[in-house]
């Protein structure tokens, strides 16, 4: 049987950049409005079934993304690269980073728990032995790459961790190892299927992310984040084939862009993640009835999130609202984000894009380094319409209400 792996790599970014520190998470974060439920409905499209996808149904295999994921974490280094710090110190650089990342962007409905094994566990061979590049494979028919590694990695600890008690499974390299993440982004996870390689426990290696280096900035711990999605099921939202292209997304979803200031994921992600309420989620079907729709932003806590107004069996327009909040520091035209999801599209080829209401302006985020400034100005405002000439969906955006909520009417597609 043919193996089928995906490896998707964090994203690709330049140097150093200011940014608002993720502080203590508001209260208000503990109270969702009712249990996150996985998508359901006419709205949950199905598409790609053996990758990260869109898709809105995760496949059997990958990680589970809601309630209390637990993430072994390991630390490794080699005797051309031995640590110069303590794995504590190495851990600090992620957590509670990233667990309260997850907490907030979720509405308190991932309880992510690190359970790290503080010692560093010294690979055989120097680094260059194992042939690690950016896009290097998992193939379990080889004595080099990420298999020998895992290998490794999976002899040393195998006698003492149970690997049945995991989600997934981090495992952080020595920063030295390798280039600087500012020259290549070498983090990489390998997820859903199995991989070919079973540990003493008798379940699969996978759903493993490899951080390697440092990205730069007060953020720069989201590119835990950003792999451990991918083992929950999310796909590349950047362009993986380096073709010169302005972002398809940019800064609103860290699947695109993970360096700098902070940026919460899109509804449609927080739904297949099982962080949505099914209340939560507006659908407007083929030929319904137009309608009016309250939309609380992103990073607020409750109320209505996304409208989904499916295009094809494959592909749908999704409206949410975006406004400035604790993970999203950067928005600086707060309104309604609209983009298209194609859950047929592969992981890396744009299969989710922002439609840009003010296309060529440049944006309005141009502080950072690591922020693609064209589709920071994105968003529709109060009067403004988008209609999808090929279907005839379209979203106006009705008024910003005094509570920070917006009201949009919608009209579905038509068949
Ligand atoms: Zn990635």
Redesign the pocket.
């Known amino acids: 049987m043919k193996l089928k792996v995906s490896a ?4 690709g970014a330049a140097t150093a950049a200011a940014a608002i520190a993720l502080g203590s998470p508001p209260n208000a974060v503990a109270i969702p409005s009712g249990p996150g439920a996985p998508p359901s409905g006419p709205c949950a499209l199905r598409g790609i079934s053996n990758d990260v996808a869109e898709s809105a149904d995760t496949p059997a295999g990958f990680a589970r993304s809601s309630g209390v994921v637990r993430a072994l974490t390991l630390f490794i280094d080699f005797p051309d690269a031995r640590a110069t710090m303590s794995p504590h110190a190495r851990f600090a650089e992620f957590f509670p980073a990233a667990t309260d990342y997850f907490r907030i962007s979720s509405y308190g409905r991932l309880t992510y728990h690190p359970i790290p094994l503080f010692q560093w566990i010294r690979m055989s061979r120097p680094l260059a032995a194992y042939g690690i590049q950016r896009g290097a494979s998992f193939d379990p028919a080889s004595d080099s790459g990420y298999h020998a590694l895992s290998q490794e990695v999976v002899r040393a600890v195998d006698p003492i961790v149970d690997f049945r008690d995991y989600d997934v499974i981090n495992v952080i390299a020595s920063p030295n190892a390798g280039p600087p993440a500012t020259r290549t982004v070498l983090s990489v ?1 390998f997820s859903g299927g199995d991989m070919g390689m079973k540990t003493a426990d008798g379940v699969p290696f996978r759903n493993t992310s490899f951080i390697w280096s440092r990205q730069t900035g007060v953020s720069a711990f989201r590119v835990l984040n ?2 451990n999605a ?1 083992s929950f099921g999310l796909p ?1 939202l950047y362009y993986t084939d380096e073709r010169r292209a302005t972002p398809p997304v940019g800064h609103w979803d860290p ?1 695109d862009e993970d360096w700098g200031p902070s940026n919460d994921f899109v509804g449609w992600h927080k739904w297949k993640l099982g962080w949505l309420s099914p209340d939560q989620v507006h659908c407007a079907p083929h030929n319904g009835t137009p309608g009016e729709h309250t939309l609380t932003p992103v990073s607020t806590p409750g109320g209505t999130k996304i409208v989904v107004i499916p295009t094809s069996p494959r592909t749908a327009l999704v409206a949410e609202a975006r406004t400035r909040g604790l993970l999203d520091p950067t928005v600086c035209r707060p309104g309604v984000l609209v983009y298209r999801v194609a859950t047929d599209v592969p992981s890396g080829r744009g299969p989710l894009r922002i439609v840009d209401a003010t296309p060529h302006s440049g944006g309005c985020y141009k502080s950072s380094k690591f922020v693609e400034p064209e589709l920071t100005d994105a968003t529709f405002l109060p009067g403004d319409t988008y209609t999808d000439h090929t279907t005839g969906a379209a979203v106006t955006v009705l008024t910003e209400n005094p509570d920070g909520t917006y009201r949009v009417r919608v009209t579905p597609a038509r068949t």
């Open positions: 998707v790599l964090a994203v996870t950003h792999e991918h590349d699947m």
